[in-house]
T-cell receptor, first 115, second 114 residues
């Protein structure tokens, strides 16, 4: 089945610096790649997603890139702020039907942004 | 606030017992997903219901079961509890049956098995 590996498991940056989190997936049929942010004591919340027909997507300070050949996708956060501190999860799915259509999550990256 | 509610917030019980976790999806959402989150395993998909029918199964133990009722709320039943079942259990909902759409997560139920 699908396996998603996420690195690093922890990341500490200074406020204003950039942060990059990387994920690799094993199922070449995966076509949907969301990123979720989980703040302490809360459930995960979608922050950005990308579909396999797109190589890059941006939303203000957040961007995601996808390399289908390498089965690799990354989250980039620029001009980090203390409120970006949270656990970030990448996920992959085939998108439609069946158990393999459901989200397979990476193990998470704890991002700390120091003021 | 995602609009998904889960009760109870915390649950403490003993090994061998049975518990029921409840989830109310966002208004209008037809799909409910259940996930288990533990420190070493991350977020693991358990099961999905769509409009009252089981849609997909993930890594759900035989001791666990779920259902979705006509009003679309869902319950996750955990029986013969073991220490290793201690975890955060999240419910998520989405408008359709496909994982191509955003899933809205509830605040979770923290289960502690003593």
């Amino acid at each position: 089945g699908e396996n998603v590996e996420q690195h690093p498991s922890t990341l500490s940056v200074q406020e204003g610096d950039s942060a990059v989190i990387k994920c690799t997936y094993s199922d070449s049929a995966s076509n949907y790649f969301p990123w979720y942010k989980q703040e302490l004591g809360k459930g995960p919340q979608l922050i950005i997603d990308i579909r396999s027909n797109v190589g890059e997507k941006k939303d203000q300070r957040i961007a995601v890139t996808l390399n289908k050949t390498a089965k690799h996708f990354s989250l980039h956060i620029t001009e980090t702020q203390p409120e970006d501190s949270a656990v970030y999860f990448c996920a992959a799915s085939r998108g439609y039907g069946g158990s393999q259509g459901n989200l397979i999550f990476g193990k998470g990256t704890k991002l700390s942004v120091k003021p | 606030d995602s609009g998904v509610t889960q009760t109870p917030k915390h649950l403490i019980t003993a090994t061998g017992q049975r518990v029921t976790l409840r989830c109310s999806p966002r208004s209008g959402d037809l799909s409910v997903y259940w996930y288990q989150q533990s420190l070493d395993q991350g977020l693991q998909f358990l099961i999905q219901y769509y409009n009252g029918e089981e849609r997909a199964k993930g890594n759900i133990l035989e001791r666990f079961s779920a259902q979705q009722f006509p009003d679309l709320h869902s319950e996750l039943n955990l029986s013969s509890l073991e220490l290793g079942d201690s975890a955060l259990y999240f419910c998520a909902s989405s408008p359709t049956g496909t994982s191509y759409n955003e899933q809205f997560f509830g605040p979770g139920t923290r289960l502690t098995v003593l």
